[in-house]
């Protein structure tokens, strides 16, 4: 039997939906187990999904999940359906149950299928990451799909699967591995819920050592530069030597230095595999993110009227920038309620340099006036209330536009109906559009700013690609010249790109035989083995 052993069930050849597992003896652990947004795409969109009453089993059959019986949590399987006896016949078919998962950072292309994994199997990864996995789920409350830290358990009925109205929420096993910070968490946010459920908490198991044993593995956390909090990497040793892993990862952030530290400490350990991220190696100089601070506020400084500031979700280090640019040109950043529990999650965490709310002169709050809101955020804004100011509305920006930059996504386009500014500037600091559906929405987000006056800056151009403004937006991930630096610092016997559509840049680089290093291209399925 081989020392080694890794399956590639997804993002291999595509962008996300990183599902890798690992194997050696009797032990295996899942490198990410992602959404492969790509692949769903082929069979849903936002008004067709998976049947919530059939749990894994529409997945399974469109081969979004893998078929590996035992994997995947028991409430989810109808017993009348008998799906393992149809899907046994799958080439790719396992009965196994693995040891853990290892969850490199917080976005759904690596962490959203964990939803659907058995909650006895543990997921390993760093505090800022478990934390946030809370707080994202807190707000996005959307079914068994996005059930990553904590899940309801279905009962079925009538031959269908339903949620028990009594039936407490549960936490799954999470261990926290970056010593020192995670002794810091709260474990009082950990245990919060504002459902209506509860929640029955299970506190994250605390690991106080650099190494950390599932079976005869040993796994090795390290932090990296990424556009979420919390972004890691592996290590795991195996019988044939160390195996990394980058997930996503970059050196034009702020914190790129723990990229390079992982770097550094990885050649040590001389890899016998490395399994690269990709997603932008044909970028040459990579928008960095202290450019981007620096053109917002030159945009701001001559701005008239309200500005309005667009970026991914979830990216607090573009949050914090506008924050001080905003702070700079004398106007305060207004977030939402999602970005201000996001922050909440990550102060719980411990996670350095993020702002207490409370405190904090350059942010408010815009709160969205709502039929009904949740628990979470009633609470919310209503702590944040007790300070005067600290929490404004489409009124207050309304009257004084040019106090405020509003930190508004495509999905937040009808609040300006209700703010009604005369004009203005909207800055688009968001990733270019990579498929027909993000063309329509831009599309659409061109004529609201249109309709208000206002004026669109850093906008991604047209369908071809071309005709963007430069500096708007600083990408999450490692650009051509960082890839190259990355494996000549590493020097792996085998480099595996993962995370990625550009196999020519790597076959290019290191496809050739005068190559140190031995290059891997895997495909959905592909096995390799040492």
């Not at 998976?50 to 979004?64: C, H, K, Q």
């Not at 506020?297 to 506008?322: K, P, Q, T, Y």
Request: glycine share 8%; with cysteine; net charge negative.
């Amino acid at each position: 039997m081989s020392q080694l052993r890794l399956t590639f069930y997804d993002g291999a050849g595509t962008i996300g939906g990183n599902r890798f597992l690992l194997e050696s003896g009797d032990s295996s652990l899942f490198l990410d187990f992602g959404t492969s947004f790509k692949k769903e795409a082929l069979f849903f969109d936002e008004f067709l999904k998976p049947r919530s009453t059939a749990g894994v089993e529409d997945l399974i059959e469109l081969g979004l999940l893998p078929p590996l019986e035992g994997t995947y949590r028991k409430d989810l399987e109808v017993p009348d359906r008998r799906i393992w006896e149809r899907f046994r016949s799958r080439p790719q078919h396992r009965a196994f149950r693995p040891d853990a998962v290892l969850l490199s950072h917080g976005h759904i292309d690596h962490s959203g299928y964990i939803s659907f994994l058995d909650p006895s199997i543990p997921v390993l990864t760093g505090t800022s990451t478990a934390f946030l996995t809370k707080a994202i789920q807190d707000t996005n409350p959307s079914g068994q799909e996005r059930e990553v830290c904590y899940f309801s358990s279905r009962e079925t009925k009538d031959g269908i699967l339903r949620t028990p109205r009594a039936a407490p929420n549960s936490h799954r096993k999470f261990a926290l591995l970056d010593c020192p910070q995670n002794a810091r968490a709260d474990q009082d946010f950990w245990a919060e819920c504002d459902s209506t459920r509860g929640l029955e908490p299970v506190p994250p198991h605390i690991c106080e050592e650099e190494d950390t044993n599932v079976g005869n593995l040993t796994v090795r956390y390290f932090p990296v530069d990424h556009s979420i909090p919390g972004s890691g990497a592996f290590a795991v040793k195996t019988p044939a030597g160390w195996v990394a892993y980058t997930g996503d990862l970059r050196l034009h952030g702020s914190r790129g230095s723990s990229t390079r530290s992982f770097m550094e400490e990885i050649s040590r350990l001389h890899p016998v595999v490395l399994l690269c991220e990709g997603t932008h190696p044909g970028t040459r100089e990579p928008v960095t993110e202290a450019s981007v601070r620096e053109r917002a506020e030159e945009v701001m400084a001559r701005a008239e009227g309200l500005v309005i500031a667009d970026f991914g979700a979830r990216n607090i280090e573009r949050l914090l920038s506008f924050a001080e640019a905003s702070h700079t040109c004398g106007r305060r950043l207004a977030i939402t309620t999602k970005d201000a529990h996001l922050l909440r999650a990550l102060r719980a965490a411990g996670e350095d340099g993020v702002p207490d709310l409370h405190d904090d002169p350059r942010i408010v709050v815009y709160a969205r006036q709502r039929a009904t809101s949740q628990k979470w955020e009633t609470s919310l804004v209503s702590r944040l209330a007790q300070v005067p100011g600290k929490v404004v509305t489409a009124r207050e920006v309304r009257e004084d536009p040019g106090s405020y930059v509003l930190c508004f996504s495509f999905y937040d386009l009808t609040e300006m109906v209700d703010i009604r500014p005369a004009q203005g500037t909207y800055i688009y600091s968001s990733s270019e559009a990579f498929n027909e559906e993000m063309h329509i929405d831009l599309d659409r987000l061109r004529h609201w700013v249109a309709h208000f006056g206002m004026t669109l800056v850093g906008d991604p151009g047209a369908r071809d690609g071309l005709g963007r403004e430069r500096g708007f937006h600083a990408s999450g991930h490692i650009h051509g010249p960082g890839i190259m630096e990355l494996v000549e610092t590493v020097r792996p016997e085998v480099l595996i790109p993962v995370h990625t559509e550009s196999h020519g840049f790597f076959e290019r680089e290191y496809g050739g035989h005068g190559s140190a290093t031995r290059l891997v291209i895997p495909h959905e399925g592909y096995v390799f083995t040492v």
